[in-house]
């Protein structure tokens, strides 16, 4: 290759604009839009016009194994039978309920790892991978394992026959503790009727607003999945706090309990958003684990809109209703993502 | 130009990937000639048994044939089912597939033009006149028959501990009552016995005491109404039978949610429990643990049942525009045969189709079934999908999951009412 001259002259400037160098400029500036377009065109495919074809499913009466795209009238109608279903009420309120219970528990137990892995160096890297390694499991994997720890007759519950717990129980006059765990069809603080009290519509609810007993035991196994990559996220967040800071917080005097809840855990702020993000759309999606743990649940106690979308869509062959609870998840996950995704856009 | 020619590198390269992915499909569709692609659920130990009698009947008659096992695990065709429909939808068929007769058969696959009749061959094999019209007309629409069954299940079994039984002082004769199955259930509840086990991880299997409990109040004939609109899920002897249902789990196991069937039906033969409302592929259950019949653990018709035989029938279809034609009429010609269906029943524990196989070749319990079989009116599942379309399968399933926490008729009633009005095939309701 030839080395160009760095100032070229006037005329031979001019004589590339005139002659075919001003392709060569259209070309540069083509370039870009046409490399990306094989992969634009394939988002626009299988993500865009998916979406619509999903959504206009769900407006159809396509409710059998025969395609079926005539519009369904009234419009709406589908959407409107699914939420009168109690079914789909329970799975509104499991999605809000395991959201909570999942990410407290994740980012709870993920922060504590991470500033203990923080202080104590020795045996750091083996215990970080420790922590870590539940992450790289699949979710059915977690799902079988915990449903036979939460078996009421075979699992955890056996442990509290052996260590005596029960035994120490039955002499205080406490009747032994043999939970139910993934069997239990209980709703505990169900507020059904405080809610009714303000909008009085909520009498219309079919399913009792509360913590789904059920619900719990794969909270936890979801929890014990994911905290090791909440800690992760922590761990990488701490080591960007410069110890100066710490140090100027304890000449001020801060105790160590102070230095962390005034000065380090509001530093870890966008690091919180960021796993509350990820970590929230991953609850809200959730299907393979509830799926393999425990199912729809005891009265649909662990059911979740997933599970319901691929019900209705493979096993009752309603297509439209499943497109429509389909388009509800997304609706929901982008509730989550787009004031995060339009907030970082802002910071850039 | 270093930089112009990797551009037009990169141009050439980003079209090309565009026009492999646009060309690809077009070239994936050579296909070997002699073959048959068969599609089922059948993996567990005694079914992929008894599918391998099948493939040795079908071999038997196209020994060069290759046979494609298309099996998918999962019970019931839970995970097999959304395959089969996506391939049927996108027009790649198997050349037969596993169906229940009924609506199943007629209204999923008949009604959407994926199978073509085989009438010709119950004329050509004769099958008209050994099995019974009344199986046929489960398989018949506008005078054309759609599949050939391999053997047939006894839904509304109901399976008990024999020596448990006999323990506390319970004997059961030839048939029993609701009223003298509360009595032993009262009777064993004190004894500190679960009288009822119940493994409805999934739910079917509650479902399936629900249909057997519905069944026996209303009898066959009503049964039939509920399906074609002449009787409806809110009159009061479908409420009545709601009502001893959740009378009869107010006696089942506590962990019935945590458990398979098959735990169920194993809880029954330990004697940690006492009965099991199940088809007869509980059978193969007692069978395979060694357990004899009429003494370690006996049955009965489920209460109220005694003159109905729910059918619980597995059979075989023609694809339209099946790939492999020949292949699949012998291997349909294979199924309905005398050999195959002696052969492939004792091992997945139904009794044939057929009426004139030879009975020797079965123990007591089937040979008890084939009595009844011959007598009893025959009824459709619709836990099964056979009754009603899957729509309503899917509305009982829910229906049965909420009643089992709240034993709420009313609610339960209005379930199935609705679930019926979605089920409905008219449009724009």
């Known amino acids: ?348 | 130009m270093i930089r112009k020619r990797y551009s037009a590198i990169a141009l050439a390269l980003s079209l090309a990937t565009a026009a492999v992915s646009l060309l690809a499909p077009a070239s994936v569709s050579a296909q070997a000639d002699n073959q048959l692609e068969v599609f089922s659920w059948w993996t567990s130990g005694g079914e992929a048994a008894a599918l391998d009698q099948l493939f040795a009947g079908f071999g038997a008659r196209r020994p060069s044939a290759e046979i494609v096992n298309a099996t998918i695990a999962g019970g019931g065709g839970s995970a097999a089912r959304p395959v089969l429909q996506t391939r049927l939808a996108g027009g790649n068929p198997p050349d037969t597939w596993q169906v229940h007769p009924g609506w199943e058969l007629l209204g999923q696959y008949v009604e959407a033009g994926y199978v073509e009749p085989i009438t010709e061959l119950y004329q050509s094999e004769g099958w008209s006149q050994v099995m019974p019209q009344g199986l046929i007309d489960t398989m018949t629409r506008d005078g054309q028959i759609y599949a050939v069954l391999a053997g047939v299940h006894r839904g509304n079994g109901f399976w008990y501990n024999k020596k448990l039984l006999s323990q506390h002082g319970i004997s059961v004769g030839s048939s029993l009552s609701f009223d003298e199955f509360f009595q032993a259930a009262d009777k064993l509840k004190a004894a500190g016995i679960t009288p009822l086990c119940v493994g409805d991880s999934g739910i079917w299997a509650s479902a399936e005491l629900f249909e057997n409990t519905l069944l026996g109040v209303v009898g066959p004939e009503k049964w039939m109404g509920l399906w074609n609109g002449s009787v409806a899920f809110d009159s009061p002897e479908v409420k009545q039978a709601m009502t001893i249902y959740g009378r009869m789990l107010d006696y089942q196991n506590s962990d019935h949610a945590a458990l398979s069937w098959d735990q169920a039906t194993k809880k029954v033969m330990e004697g940690s429990c006492a009965f099991n409302s199940m088809g007869d592929w509980a059978y193969g259950e007692f069978h395979n643990a060694r357990l004899v019949d009429n003494e370690d653990f006996g049955w009965v018709s489920h209460p109220g049942t005694d003159g109905a035989f729910v059918i619980v029938a597995d059979g075989f279809v023609m694809a339209r525009n099946a790939p492999h034609r020949e292949n699949n009429a012998e291997w349909l010609k294979a199924i309905g045969s005398k050999e195959t269906q002696e052969a492939f029943n004792p091992v997945k524990g139904s009794i044939p189709a057929r009426t004139d196989v030879d009975r020797s070749k079965f123990g007591p319990y089937h040979n008890w079934s084939m009595d009844s079989f011959k007598t009893a009116t025959l009824v459709p599942s619709v836990v099964h999908g056979e009754a009603a379309p899957a729509a309503f399968q899917q509305a009982l399933n829910d229906a049965v999951t909420t009643f089992v926490t709240n034993h709420n008729v009313d609610a339960f009633s209005q379930a199935l009412v609705s679930g019926m009005r979605a089920a409905a095939p008219t449009t724009g309701l």
């Open chain 1, 1 to 348: 290759m030839p080395s160009m001259p760095l100032a070229p002259s006037r005329e031979v400037a001019a004589a590339r604009v005139q002659t075919g160098q001003a392709r060569h400029i259209s070309l540069e500036h083509l370039l870009p839009p046409l490399i990306l377009s094989p992969s634009l065109g394939a988002l626009l495919i299988f993500v865009y016009i998916f979406i619509g074809t999903t959504f206009f499913v769900s407006m159809t009466n396509w409710r059998t194994l025969a395609i079926d795209t005539s519009i369904r009238q009234p419009l709406f109608a589908t959407y409107g039978e699914m939420f009168a279903m109690p079914r789909f009420q329970a799975d509104l309120r499991n999605t809000v309920i395991f959201t909570v219970l999942f990410l407290a528990l994740a980012m709870a137990v993920g922060l504590v790892l991470a500033i203990l892995l923080d202080h104590h160096v020795l045996g750091r890297a083996v215990f970080r991978n420790v922590f870590l390694f539940p992450y790289s499991l699949s979710f059915i994997v977690t799902g079988v394992v915990w449903r036979w720890i939460f078996n009421p007759e075979t699992g955890v519950n056996v442990l509290f026959d052996i260590t005596g717990v029960n035994s120490l129980l039955g002499a205080l006059g406490v009747g032994p503790l043999r939970p139910g765990w993934l069997t239990d069809p209980q709703v505990v603080l169900a507020v059904n009727g405080a809610l009714a009290r303000v909008f009085p519509a909520a009498e219309g609810l079919q399913v009792q607003l509360g913590i789904p007993v059920a619900l719990i035991p794969t909270a936890i196994a979801a929890a014990w999945q994911l905290s090791g990559f909440a800690m992760a996220m922590y761990l990488a967040g701490l080591s960007a706090i410069p110890n100066e800071t710490r140090e100027a917080a304890r000449m001020d005097g801060a105790s160590e309990w102070q230095v962390y809840r005034r000065v380090v855990v509001p530093m870890l702020r966008p690091i919180t958003v960021s796993i509350a993000v990820i970590l929230g759309h991953t609850s809200l999606k959730i299907f393979d684990l509830i799926f393999a743990m425990s199912g729809v649940g005891p009265g649909f106690a662990t059911d979740v809109p997933g599970i319901f979308v691929f019900e209705q869509t493979f096993k009752a062959t309603r297509y439209n209703l499943g497109a429509a609870a389909s388009f509800v998840m997304l609706v929901l996950v982008s509730a989550v993502i787009v004031p995060y995704l339009a907030r970082s856009l802002k910071e850039d």
